[in-house]
């Protein structure tokens, strides 16, 4: 089973920066977790088929992650990945 977690942004969105920055820690200690990354300006197709309901929005295989995210929420879901 692969380990993807998917990402929605907005460009100017503030929560969105903080949330990039886990990200990259992320992908530089585990480099077997997929990070896909999607703007919801520009690839809104795309984003449409995971009825997300707010920005930003973390999918963490089956948990979905919205809003203000706290790192404990993040955290969380990355262990049970």
Do not use: H
């Not at 990354?37 to 197709?45: D, G, L, M, V």
């Amino acid at each position: 089973m692969s380990k993807e977690i998917i990402f929605i942004l907005a460009p100017i969105c503030p929560k969105c920066i903080r949330i990039k920055r886990w990200l990259k820690e992320l992908g530089k200690t585990n480099p077997e977790i997929k990070i896909s990354t999607y703007n919801i300006a520009t690839q809104f197709k795309e984003v449409k088929k995971f009825k997300i309901k707010t920005i930003p929005t973390l999918i963490i295989g089956d948990i979905m992650l919205g809003g203000w995210i706290k790192e404990e929420e993040f955290r969380g879901a990355l262990e049970k990945l």
